[in-house]
């Protein structure tokens, strides 16, 4: 930070991707194409630091997450942590290797809710997106228990041009899991997803119709289930305010330490990320310069630091501006005040036709 | 990713949500924390991710809502303890609560 500049807000919300392992395989995982390891993971004793420094800067929430966050045996000292901390802890799992015993242990250690992912409405779609034969079966087995513990139950869903036509499906299924909120999130196009655009991209028309569906179960269900929607921001005509702005209110923790402003932006060539061994979280988010890089709207092209929407989308997000453009700094091509709009809307059009077949999520073959 | 949202700001839509009377309980569920915000400053609802920001007033009646007394109460407590008119209190008070309980944040015993 330069001398002078105002300390930043501290942020609300903090992802710990404690792992990159994880049973499923889901073509449009938001980890990066590269994996972590396991030999190159946080132990107990930095996550639990970490949480403490995060607690004391303002987090208020924490996302435990992954690949699968339940493949770590310690799970139950970092919720432990968490509470210490005075932390709100979410676990976003895919629930197909958590124990009823298990879960009670969580429970028990202070977890504040569960994020179930729910790759479709059947086991057949379920199953072969997230490419584990019987793993619908077991989040049903594993929804029925979260809310037989007392725990509040979110289902997430991501959609695609492969389960997009199953929305009142999901919806019912929520309903009949006993979940108080359904994310229906449309695929947001990084990591894995971009990789897997040809697969995944869904047809313009069926998306409009698939968010006046979700506007309708919204409205009926209103005080029963809590609907939240992520839109399919190719066919959009604005941004969407990504992470409520870079370096805003939010971080993310790697499983081996780094810290990013989002999931996607270590795909931003030219940025430096310091990592939580070496630095303490406070000062990585006030003084690292890639949380510097893109906060505010001092670094905005002329177009968006003139515009209204400035401080609402606060340019889009970085990332995508990169992956589409070629240049992080870009306003976000989704935008139809960028020259790339339209190029966008093409591609996106051009790859709802293909009939590309999953690129799964894996990790890549170990150097001998 | 979390969002934060003043209840005090939203607009107030009943349309779909429970009637509620006096003699209702309202609770804060499993899972919905009321806590300070040091760093902020000001207190907040912490509910799955979601954080609402709380105004004074609003930090009085959720601080109240044990599972046991019922809104009547709750206002009686409130009319008395800040001398103000209890009708008033009232229609706040329940404006609030219907809210929050359509957000499903709040949960009627």
Not at chain 1, 125 to 154: H, M, Q, S, W
Not at chain 1, 255 to 284: M, S, Y
């Amino acid at each position: 930070m330069t001398p002078g500049t105002p300390a930043p807000q501290p942020p609300i919300g903090m992802l710990a991707e404690l792992t990159h392992r994880c049973p499923l395989q889901c073509p449009y995982c938001s980890n990066p194409v590269e994996l972590t390891r396991k030999r190159d993971e946080l132990d107990t004793e930095t996550w639990q630091r970490v949480f403490a420094e995060a607690a004391e800067l303002g987090v208020l929430q924490v996302h435990l997450s992954g690949g699968e966050p339940a493949a770590r045996p310690d799970l139950e000292a970092l919720i432990a942590g968490c509470v210490d901390s005075g932390l709100y802890s979410n676990l976003i799992t895919a629930g197909v290797n958590i124990s009823r015993a298990r879960l009670e242990a969580l429970a028990d250690a202070g977890l504040d809710h569960v994020q179930l992912s729910i790759q479709g409405a059947t086991a057949e779609v379920n199953d072969r997106i997230a490419n584990l034969p019987g793993a619908f079966d077991k989040k049903r087995a594993f929804a029925a228990e979260v809310t037989d513990v007392g725990l509040p139950l979110t289902l997430n869903s991501v959609i695609h041009r492969h389960n997009l036509h199953q929305i009142p499906d999901l919806v019912e299924l929520a309903l009949e899991l006993g979940a108080r909120r359904l994310e229906i999130a449309h695929a947001q196009y990084y990591g894995w997803a971009l990789a897997n655009r040809g697969a995944l991209m869904p047809p313009r028309e069926q998306v409009m119709e698939a968010l006046e569906l979700v506007e309708a179960a919204r409205e009926r269900l209103k005080g029963k289930l809590v609907i939240d929607a992520v839109v399919p921001d190719y066919y959009a005509r604005l941004p969407k305010p990504c992470m409520n702005g870079w370096g805003r209110q939010s971080l993310n923790v790697t499983p081996n330490g780094r810290v990013l402003p989002c999931h996607a932006a270590e795909t931003i060539p030219g940025l430096e990320f310091w990592n939580v061994r070496e630095h303490a979280l406070d000062e990585i988010w006030r003084d690292n310069p890639a949380f510097n890089a893109y906060r505010g709207t001092d670094w905005m092209p002329d177009a968006c630091q003139s515009c209204d929407r400035r401080e609402i989308d606060w340019g889009g997000c970085r990332c995508q501006a990169l992956a589409l453009t070629g240049d992080a700094a870009q306003m976000d091509p989704v935008c139809e005040f960028s020259p790339y709009h339209d190029d966008v809307q093409a591609l996106a059009i051009v790859d709802a036709q293909k009939g590309d077949d999953f690129a799964y999520r894996r990790f890549a073959r170990q150097p001998a | 990713m979390t969002r934060t949202e003043n209840p005090e700001n939203t607009e107030l839509d009943t349309g779909g949500a429970p009637a509620l009377s006096e003699t209702d309980v309202v609770k804060i569920p499993r899972g919905v924390r009321l806590r300070e915000d040091k760093a902020r400053g000001g207190w907040v609802l912490l509910a799955p991710e979601r954080v609402f920001q709380l105004d004074p007033v609003a930090r009085e009646v959720l601080s109240r809502l044990d599972g046991e007394r019922s809104i009547a109460a709750i206002v009686d407590d409130l009319a008395a303890t800040f001398a103000a008119p209890r009708e008033r209190i009232l229609i706040d008070v329940r404006a609030m609560l219907v809210d929050l309980l359509t957000k499903n944040v709040l949960e009627v015993v």
